[in-house]
């Protein structure tokens, strides 16, 4: 996978960011890509080790495990910051997203332990636990700071809320599914 992200072709930089942010020590900085770098000579394997998948739950990283319940869904969101990757470790999840061009293509696969799927950034995309049991995943994002858009929350759980009538005509549907759904 290493040589996929490292590839030229594709259209975001090229740099190792370490997990866990650095510690607030004195040095002169240098810049990778035009960002920040910890200096190279201060660099220690500490910084490119991560303890924290030992437990679910932590999702204040750009490296996150998922863990799915029998048929959970991580509902339709986007990163408009960051692609995703994500890594089926357990469980058969199936994931896909939405393109963002004219056609609004659904690209979507069925995965089992030990497939990838890639999500490219600012691109709405799911992931939905096929099984009877547990599902989990790793999720890599390609920025530290990946932004996310929740987009049932965004439209539904607006404050004030958008307005029954623009939401029945954007969705296409009668108010009372509009009120039901809210």
């Known amino acids: 996978m290493l040589s996929i992200l490292a ?7 090229r740099q190792i960011i370490p997990f866990k942010a650095q510690k607030s020590i004195s040095i002169s900085l240098s810049f990778v890509n035009g960002n920040f770098c910890k200096n190279p000579l ?3 394997a500490d910084d490119f080790f991560y303890f924290g998948l030992r437990n679910a739950g ?4 750009p490296v996150v495990l998922i863990d799915f319940a029998p048929n959970d869904l991580n ?4 990163h408009p910051h960051a692609f995703e990757v994500l890594t089926c470790l357990e469980g058969t999840l199936y994931a896909g997203f ?3 061009n004219t056609q609004h293509r659904l690209f ?4 089992h332990e030990g ?8 691109v709405i995309h799911f ?5 009877k049991t547990k599902a989990r995943a790793m999720v890599a994002l390609s920025s530290q700071s990946p932004g996310i858009i929740t987009i049932a929350n965004t439209i539904f759980g607006s404050n004030p809320p958008v307005p029954t009538e623009v939401l029945t005509k954007a969705f296409q549907v009668d108010k009372w599914v509009i009120d039901h759904i809210e």
């Open 42 to 44: 201060l660099v220690t």
């Open 115 to 122: 497939d990838v799927f890639v999500f490219p950034r600012g």
């Open 75 to 78: 509902a339709p969101h986007s």
């Open 127 to 131: 992931q939905l636990n096929l099984g």
């Open 58 to 61: 932590n999702t204040s990283n």
């Open 98 to 100: 939405i393109s963002t």
């Open 108 to 111: 979507a696969k069925i995965l």
């Open 7 to 13: 590839s030229n072709s594709l259209p975001f930089p």
